[in-house]
């Protein structure tokens, strides 16, 4: 129904930058939220990045290990989500998904893309 695809990891260095994005075959105005998510081997999926869909005016959210560092936004002509991740860390290694929220008449979905890998070593 909706496709959300990945583009953008790779290796890095720390201290480095890489710039994630999410295409979303649907408009930004039929989603509630659409974020960010990330898990390391042998680890739990966390929420790293949220931000409203295009209907609503509300702020975007960080997890406190990226805040200050990485920063999503989204391009609605496009129907893009975006997440600029500046001063890698090594523990920012991780696959990285894209999620979004979708708000229809008759109910919310939740779609996942297929992940992207992001390593940051030396």
């Known amino acids: 129904q909706v496709q959300l695809v990945e583009s953008g990891g790779g290796e890095v260095q720390p201290g480095g930058s890489l710039r994630l994005s999410c295409g979303v075959s649907?408009?930004?105005?039929?989603?509630?939220?659409l974020a960010w998510y990330r898990q390391a081997p042998g680890k739990g999926r966390e929420l790293v990045a949220s931000?409203?869909?295009?209907?609503?005016?509300?702020?975007?959210n960080y997890a406190d290990s990226v805040k200050g560092r990485f920063t999503i936004s989204r391009d609605d002509a496009k129907n893009m989500v975006y997440l600029q991740m500046n001063s890698l860390k090594p523990e920012d290694t991780a696959l990285y998904y894209c999620?979004?929220?979708?708000?229809?008449?008759?109910?919310?979905?939740?779609?996942w893309g297929q992940g992207t890998q992001v390593t940051v070593s030396s």
């Open positions: 649907a408009s930004m105005f039929s989603f509630n939220i």
């Open positions: 999620f979004g929220n979708q708000r229809l008449w008759n109910g919310e979905y939740n779609y």
């Open positions: 931000i409203p869909g295009a209907h609503s005016s509300g702020d975007t």
